[in-house]
């Protein structure tokens, strides 16, 4: 059983930073990708950044620039830099694991909240 807890959300102002980390547990075999993905609220969940276990990474275009996605193989841990923070950034960010053929795994979330 595959289970991931994120980490590190919280209240911040418009401009500043925050660190999400998520940690993965269990039995877990072939990684594909990991990633990062938000719901605001009324709307749909959207991808926000992917890194392959290649290291290849993909972000939205709305945190280009901003947002930095990692990853540490050994601890099997998936860490979102965000940097110059919006309200619109504003949301509840999910951990995604994809396992080989095509499993897919989804923490509970954290809350991001930036405030004007």
């Known amino acids: 059983q595959v289970q991931l807890v994120e980490s590190g959300g919280g209240l911040v102002q418009t401009g500043e930073s925050l660190r999400l980390s998520c940690a993965a547990s269990g039995v877990i075999f072939s990684i594909l990708e990991m990633g990062w993905y938000r719901q605001a609220p009324g709307k749909q969940r959207e991808l926000v950044a992917t890194?392959?276990?290649?290291?290849?990474?993909n972000y939205t275009d709305s945190v280009k620039g901003r947002f930095t996605i990692s990853r540490d193989n050994a601890k099997n841990m998936l860490y979102l830099e965000m940097n110059s923070l919006k309200p619109e950034d504003t949301a509840v960010y999910y951990c995604?694991?994809?396992?080989?053929?095509?499993?897919?795994?989804w923490g509970k979330g954290t809350l991001v909240t930036v405030s004007s």
């Open positions: 995604k694991l994809t396992t080989w053929p095509s499993l897919h795994y």
């Open positions: 890194i392959t276990n290649g290291g290849s990474t």
